[in-house]
């Protein structure tokens, strides 16, 4: 494995900083409170931290409506505490990734105020100013184009309208926004996750989307038209080339792009003879039906469609989007981290995952995300899945000695780092093995997935590499089901309790059970 870059056997963990650890009582989560908890990561075996937008904000958008792109904001810290967060995961022998956010600024940037001052301004066409707006939306509902008084014309912003979108066929965003790669990676940042990466070109003739002949009413009001011309357009590519091209100039960096489209459209961001991102961030299981034929669909098309030489990457969760937990039980919360931990490629997990971490409730009047507050009622509001880590069971949950600014949700009591620590067979302790089964089995990262099949609602496949054969067996279903398989032995099982048990010919798998077997 020595000679496979590191970010291709990485397990990558997602802080939400606003989320994880607050050191000072503010009730937010800051850098010296991500300092505070990095041995818990050390001890759980990830190899990488990608924290979302540390910079100064608004927080219209909760840090991804930047202000400055090269700074910390006062909530998170200083330049100072991130360079001892910095040293500190370094120390341990762990990555850092940070957040990116190219398509847009805040509307206070002051790239933006000088921008929006006169149409004579030499920043005029650094954003997307035009006389009259086309149909295109904001993907957080309503126009995407803002009507600016002081000037008498509109601006676009694929999101919210105190995120205007940045020109990026403008050379001197392109020149600045690359400098401000550099800025990062000097300071010895070893990557960068990409916001929105699919969006940052839009059409030179601004062309009217079509309709989307597929929306419903109760769907998302953004889904009532085709995002044809204001994403994935032909030019991205070159950009996103270029944008690598920067973190090239600096060894072992990794571009990691957030694109949400179909999977062959996905792989095109590895980019022509794979000069584009390292990882287009891959987010079927995000979407998937969760059965076994689903599961198995997902992991063929997928295999079927990457390019020869490009990275797999597979995601459970992020902060966008309803956590694993919620979406599919806690049992087979479970069987999803064994189906993670044993895929090919780099894995990202989402703070929270590894103890089981649901949604919280959020009350109407709770409610912080503008995303929820511009469409309510569509189950767009992300702050559910953004809620404080729960470290223990006390009322603020070891996550502040203040008032946490977005709540525990009811389960924390029972749902905390303290308790899973204490029960031997608790999730906590299945992610901790299974990261561990994944360092020490190379198949489990190298090998293509082999022989994937169903079996009633039993996925199945094997990784095979160099003699070692391991073959995963995971029960999506509630039925018990005994299978004919090799003989072997028990690596790992989702219940913890059946570790080093031989299987002769065939293999009783309990209802919402997951097996690693390697075979003789
Ligand atoms: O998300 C982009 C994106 O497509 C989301 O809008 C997603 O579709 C939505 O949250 C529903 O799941 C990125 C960031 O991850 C998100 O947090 C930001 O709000 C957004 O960009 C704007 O920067
Ligand atoms: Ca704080």
């Not at 006062?74 to 957040?99: A, C, N, W, Y």
């Not at 459209?265 to 979407?287: E, I, K, S, V, W």
């Not at 590499?465 to 999506?476: A, H, T, Y």
């Amino acid at each position: 494995m020595q000679k496979l870059s590191w970010w291709k056997h990485a397990v990558i963990y997602e802080i939400y900083p606003r989320s994880f650890q607050d050191s000072n009582g503010d009730g937010i989560g800051d850098l010296n409170g991500i300092i505070e908890r990095l041995d818990y990561l050390v001890r759980l075996g990830v190899d990488a931290v990608w924290i979302s937008p540390i910079y100064p904000s608004p927080m219209a958008d909760f840090g991804y409506d930047v202000a400055d792109y090269c700074n910390v904001d006062p909530i998170f810290g200083t330049l100072e505490t991130f360079h001892q967060l910095l040293s500190e995961v370094h120390r341990r022998g762990m990555k850092m990734i940070l957040d990116f956010v190219p398509n847009h600024t805040s509307n206070q940037h002051p790239w933006f105020l000088e921008s929006r001052s006169s149409r004579e301004s030499l920043k005029r066409d650094w954003y997307l100013w035009r006389n009259e707006p086309n149909n295109w939306l904001s993907n957080f509902g309503g126009s995407g184009w803002e009507y600016d008084e002081t000037t008498g014309q509109y601006y676009y912003h694929s999101f919210l309208k105190e995120q205007p979108d940045l020109n990026w066929r403008n050379p001197a965003v392109k020149k600045t926004m690359f400098d401000v790669l550099r800025f990062w990676l000097r300071r010895g940042v070893d990557g960068f996750r990409v916001d929105v990466m699919w969006m940052m070109i839009k059409d030179d003739q601004f062309r009217d989307n079509p309709f989307n002949p597929g929306y419903r009413l109760g769907q998302p009001s953004n889904s009532r038209l085709l995002p044809l011309y204001n994403s994935d357009r032909a030019e991205v590519h070159e950009l996103v080339s270029e944008m690598r091209s920067v973190v090239d100039e600096f060894p072992e960096r990794v571009l990691i792009g957030e694109i949400y489209l179909p999977v062959q459209q996905l792989m095109t961001y590895y980019g022509r003879d794979l000069t584009g991102a390292h990882l287009p961030f891959n987010f079927l299981l995000l979407q998937c039906a969760w059965n076994a034929q689903s599961i198995a669909q997902v992991l063929s098309d997928y295999q079927r469609a990457l390019p020869q030489g490009a990275w797999p990457n597979w995601v459970l969760g992020n902060h966008d989007n309803a956590r694993i937990a919620t979406r599919i039980g806690l049992r087979q919360a479970r069987v999803a981290a064994m189906l993670l931990l044993t895929l090919p490629g780099t894995l990202t997990m989402y703070y929270g995952e590894e103890i089981g971490m649901t949604n919280a409730p959020i009350s109407p009047d709770q409610v912080l995300d503008n995303a929820e507050k511009n469409e309510p009622g569509l189950g767009l509001g992300r702050d559910p899945e953004r809620t404080p880590m729960p470290w223990d069971g006390s009322t603020t949950g070891g996550f502040t000695t203040g008032w946490p600014w977005l709540p525990l949700g009811d389960k924390h009591a029972i749902v905390n780092v303290a308790a899973m620590e204490q029960n031997s067979d608790s999730i906590l302790h299945l992610y901790r093995k299974l990261i561990d089964l994944r360092r020490n089995r190379k198949s489990l990262v190298n090998a293509a997935l082999s022989e994937v099949s169903t079996e009633k609602n039993v996925l199945r496949y094997m990784r095979v590499e160099e003699g070692e054969r391991l073959l995963v067996l995971l029960n999506i279903g509630l039925d018990p089901i005994t299978l004919s398989i090799e003989s072997g032995i028990i690596l790992a099982s989702t219940s913890l309790d059946r570790d080093g048990e031989r299987i002769t010919s065939s293999v009783q798998i309990n209802a919402a059970e997951g097996l690693v077997i390697e075979l003789d």
